[in-house]
């Protein structure tokens, strides 16, 4: 299938953005949110922001904590708000995107959902109006404006070997919005190629990272062997680093790594980075102040280092 | 506690499939992933299914199961919390079913009729902070912090926000569903003791 051309002519470059903040990227690597104000401020793209969104809510929904009423009225809710200040928004995490989608699917297929969640919204003075904010997701964006991105960089990934991790909840759940294929993508390792690196070609590509939704809290067993698999793979290919596009599958292969060690089903480490994050790095942004690599429990400080050698001047 | 909801009932025109269930379950019937009816039981799903693979979760099963009735087997047995939800199998389905969109209205189902799901103290905890604050995950200390260095606001979220959420909350049953959830749990310890 390769490139959805249509689908990347849509996605905007110019004008002001809204960033869609994610539960797990705010509260466990606020570094994602960090990077990608980073990453528009330099290439002068504008942003705004409003301290009216609420989390997703899809995490609780698909928990079975949450009732779907309360869910579609949540994410109503979240696109009366950021209508009023941005026309675009970009989402910084897989499960976000893929519950805004499954949203604008559900309420455009019953439109008597529609109609109900206006009867909430009213409750709140809102209202919610379908196709008004457009969204995107941070990856396709990147995507788009790889080769800008390729000349302002001061770091290349040259001779690094890195391992790109789709994710499930972006192009197989969304296969109707996804920018590439979803059963076979590559987009990723074309912007790890335009960016100096060299993408590997690993056995479970495909595979979930283990966090399953709620199999990181209520499976944990099964959670473990799938990321120990996933890891693994990725580790015998001689990776010198994980990307991501989802904060949540961040935070699983991140931390489940310390993990897998004390139950001897791992022997070692790999540094795992969300794309914005590694770009903000080869921009040359601080590690610390901007990345936020002090809340990553597996260390990055091994690929820094490597990276330090490909300065270009 | 078998059939006591009356699913059980053989299929008014004579076969073994059985509607009521079925009815109940998938609610989405104008999009065409949702027609189970379409399922040939070719098993590509369980081929592909990481969970599948480490465990007895078999989704090819349960499509079955939830076409012949077998209600109480579907809804009581661990497997249908197994899924990863990770698309795998939707993608590779010849008839584009959407088994992780069967899978959740069966637990939800499952949760519904009062049968326990592991867990469920863990997501409760996850709902009650999105009640309370707005957002899933709490915010701690140490994020406090670095959010701080990082040039962030220290919460992303106003109280504005968070109150209308607790409108809209009330209005749709989240406060009742959740304290449903703590009763599940409560029977669960007093069952135990």
């Given at each position: 299938m390769g490139i959805n051309g249509e689908r990347l002519e849509k996605i905007p470059v110019n004008g002001s953005f809204y960033i869609f903040k994610s539960c797990v990227s705010s509260n466990v690597y606020p570094g994602i949110e960090a990077c990608t104000l980073k990453i528009l401020e330099s290439l002068g793209i504008s942003v705004v922001d409003t301290d009216q969104q609420t989390c997703c809510g899809g995490f609780t929904y698909f928990a079975t904590i949450s009732p779907e009423d309360t869910f579609l009225a949540t994410i109503a809710r979240n696109f009366s708000v950021i209508e009023g200040v941005a026309s675009d928004m970009l989402v910084i995490c897989n499960a976000c995107f893929s519950v805004l989608h499954y949203f604008e699917k559900i309420t455009e297929g019953f439109p008597d959902l529609k109609v109900k969640v206006n009867e909430v919204l009213s409750k709140i003075g809102r209202r919610y109006e379908q196709g008004k904010v457009g969204f995107w997701h941070i990856a396709e964006f990147i995507y788009k404006v790889r080769e800008e991105l390729a000349r302002k960089i001061k770091f290349n990934l040259n001779g690094l070997k890195i391992a790109v991790h789709y994710g499930c909840h972006y192009l197989r759940s969304c296969p109707e919005v996804s920018i590439d294929s979803p059963e076979s993508p590559t987009f990723l390792e074309e912007v790890m190629e335009t960016l100096g690196g060299t993408p590997v070609n690993y056995k479970e590509k495909d595979l979930c990272c283990g966090s399953g939704w709620i199999q990181r809290y209520t499976a944990r067993d099964l959670s473990l062997q799938i990321t120990a698999r996933?890891?693994?793979s990725i580790i015998k290919e001689e990776a010198d680093l994980i990307v991501v596009v989802c904060p949540f599958c961040l935070s699983v292969l991140d931390n489940a790594q310390i993990e897998l060690e004390t139950f001897e089903l791992l022997y070692s480490r790999i540094p795992v980075l969300h794309i914005t994050q590694l770009i903000a790095l080869l921009l040359g942004y601080d590690p610390d102040k901007t990345l936020g690599i002090q809340m990553h429990t597996t260390p990055v400080t091994p690929f820094i280092e490597k990276l330090l050698e490909n300065t270009i001047e | 506690m078998s059939d006591y909801l009356g699913f059980n009932k053989q299929a008014e025109d004579g076969s073994s499939w059985n509607w009521?269930?079925?009815d109940k379950i998938i609610k989405r019937k104008i999009f065409a992933s949702f027609n189970f009816t379409q399922c040939y039981q070719c098993g590509k799903c369980v081929g592909i299914c990481p969970a599948a693979q480490h465990s007895n979760f078999n989704p090819r099963l349960i499509i079955r199961d939830v076409l012949f009735g077998e209600l109480n087997r579907v809804l009581d047995s661990e497997d249908i919390w197994l899924c990863f939800d990770c698309f795998d199998c939707k993608i590779r389905c010849p008839m584009d079913l959407d088994i992780p969109e069967l899978i959740h209205s069966l637990r939800v189902e499952a949760l519904l009729?009062?049968?326990?799901?592991?867990?469920?103290?863990?997501?409760?905890?996850?709902?009650?902070?999105?009640?309370?604050?707005g957002t899933t995950v709490p915010l701690r200390g140490r994020v406090k912090k670095a959010r701080k260095l990082l040039g962030m606001v220290e919460n992303p979220i106003s109280e504005q926000a968070v109150e209308e959420l607790r409108v809209i909350s009330e209005e749709t049953g989240l406060n009742k569903h959740l304290d449903f959830c703590e009763c599940l749990i409560e029977d669960k310890k007093r069952e135990k003791r």
């Open positions: 996933k890891i693994e | 009521s269930f079925y009729h009062g049968y326990y799901q592991k867990g469920l103290k863990t997501f409760l905890k996850f709902g009650r902070n999105m009640l309370e604050t």
